[in-house]
């Protein structure tokens, strides 16, 4: 028997994949949420072998909620027009539903799930995440706080620091680590207010207070907050270019 | 060569005869006379010159202002676009899952919809709209969204506003769409969403409120659809000040502002 559980905000897009599903005996719906801060509870909770989500919810979006979950289940997306993430999905062989939901197209979905299913599509979710999902840029980083999910606004980061297989996100409130790496950050910020210093730091350059020189080919950059950053020749150079000096 | 020198020899002996004075006197004043000429023609010319020049310029400007003037209309049709798939596909799941609970009621939404989407094409080619005409699009939006929620939804207006008021389509039901998902959010009850409609001093203000859960940050930035009002607006009235969110004691306001003057003069173009 295989544990699916459904994430969509609307519950007639919920109701319309449970009744599709009834036609599959070894599956069973396990739980149903209206968001991503439903979804990551109740994945730990049921350990699901299967997901239905759709991208774009209140509060916290599907592919954040993904990014929280250390070894996510298969997921089948849900989305009613986004271009963008259809893209994303196709160049990783992750299997999408377009709404409006169509039997056919759906019976064809879960039926390769099923033939696929012992050996789990893990690797190709994960794999997705590390490129860029979204369109345009994201004005916030989520991560997990002993158990809970806290939304960090771009605005409030101080810098980020990379940290083996974790980045450390520095705020006013602390610091948060997230199992992400500098260079998929780097990718989903807007380059005009952060900017990659070095190989292990990223800065808003909002809070850049000044910066002097260190050894031959670098700098050390003084920040509002407080700290010092390293900051390469190349760093250097970007900083040099974003803002014109 | 030949022939200039024998016309001038002609001239003299015709016109001078034999007066030695007026010969002497026009000999000398051939460099003077020859200058005069040569600057007479060289002003025409660059006269000339110049104006096409001018003409030139003239028409690039009017071309730039032409494709600046199209870029911006298309800009803003295409945010005006982006609004509406989502809907309509979420619209259509949502009727896909009615024929199988309850065939009657996504008739019902079919019939709704459809109102919607007519009165939506009616006003593509709008630029401003009075508010009573936007309330009823208003309406007949909630309508979909009635059916979608259930009796969850329930909205309240407040209205006060001056009968001339007018605003630009399509601005008000994605903040509303926002302000929907964002209330039913988490909530089992009822859920109320109240739109204010006020005419102060040459804007017409719309407020829309929504609660939201005390756990719930406020949409911030990735807000639905908010930016693509912002741009909106900024490309119509050149102003950033015209969206503002604010969140006090569990509700979470919207509010538009809408100049009423520069509106105006829009449909006077």
């Known amino acids: ?245 | 060569m030949i022939a200039t020198t024998a016309g001038w020899e002609i001239i003299k002996w015709w016109v001078v005869k034999d007066n030695d004075e007026y010969k002497k006197w026009l000999e000398s004043s051939i460099p003077i006379r020859f200058l005069f000429i040569w600057m007479v023609c060289t002003w025409t010319a660059t006269n000339a010159a110049l104006r096409k020049n001018i003409a030139v310029s003239d028409s690039r400007f009017q071309q730039q202002t032409d494709a600046s003037v199209l870029l911006k209309e298309a800009e803003l049709f295409k945010l005006r676009q982006q609004l509406q798939p989502h809907f309509l596909y979420n619209s259509l799941n949502s009727i896909n899952a009615l024929i199988m609970i309850s065939p009657s009621k996504a008739q019902e939404m079919i019939g709704k919809l459809s109102d919607f989407l007519r009165s939506s094409v009616q006003r593509e080619s709008e630029t401003v709209l009075s508010v009573n005409e936007e309330i009823q699009y208003i309406q007949s939006y909630l309508a979909i969204e009635s059916v979608r929620f259930g009796d969850r939804l329930v909205v309240t207006f407040e209205k006060n506003f001056d009968e001339n008021a007018v605003l630009p389509p399509f601005l008000v039901q994605p903040i509303l769409e926002n302000a929907i998902k964002f209330g039913l959010y988490g909530k089992t009850g009822a859920v109320a969403i109240s739109i204010s409609i006020v005419s102060d001093n040459n804007m017409l203000v719309i407020t829309v409120s929504n609660p939201y859960a005390a756990d719930q940050q406020p949409p911030k930035g990735t807000g639905f659809g908010l930016e693509g009002i912002r741009r909106r607006l900024y490309l119509m009235y050149a102003r950033t000040d015209l969206l503002t969110t604010t969140s006090i004691d569990g509700q979470f306001n919207t509010t538009l502002k809408i100049p009423q003057r520069h509106v105006q003069g829009n449909t006077d173009r």
Not at chain 1, 30 to 54: R, T, Y
Not at chain 1, 120 to 144: D, S
Request: aromatic share 10%.
């Open chain 1, 1 to 245: 028997m295989f544990k699916v559980i459904l994430i969509d905000d609307e519950p007639l897009a919920r109701q319309l994949v449970r009744t599709l599903l009834e036609s599959f005996k070894q599956i069973t719906v396990v739980a149903e949420c209206s968001d991503g801060f439903e979804g990551f509870k109740a994945i730990q909770e049921h350990h699901p072998d299967l997901i239905f989500l759709d991208i774009q919810m209140p509060r916290l979006n599907g592919f954040e909620m993904l990014e929280l979950i250390e070894n996510p289940p298969s997921v089948i997306f849900t989305t009613a027009f986004d271009e963008y993430a259809m893209k994303a999905f196709e160049s990783h062989a992750v299997d999408y539903l377009l709404k409006p939901i169509v039997k056919e197209r759906f019976d064809k979905a879960v039926q390769k799930w099923l033939l696929h299913a012992p050996d789990k599509e893990r690797p190709k979710v994960t794999e997705l995440l590390e490129t860029n999902v979204y369109e345009g840029y994201q004005h916030r980083i989520v991560v997990k706080d002993s158990g809970l999910i806290r939304i960090i606004p771009a605005t409030e980061i101080f810098y980020i620091e990379a940290n083996d297989d974790y980045i450390k996100i520095v705020t006013n409130d602390g610091s948060y680590l997230k199992k992400s790496t500098l260079s998929h950050i780097e990718n989903t910020l807007d380059p005009q207010q952060f900017v990659r210093v070095h190989r292990s730091y990223m800065i808003p350059v909002t809070q850049l207070k000044r910066i002097e020189p260190y050894e031959k080919d670098s700098h050390i950059a003084l920040l509002h907050c407080g700290a010092k950053v390293t900051v390469s020749k190349a760093g250097m150079a970007k900083l040099k270019n974003l803002l014109g000096w």
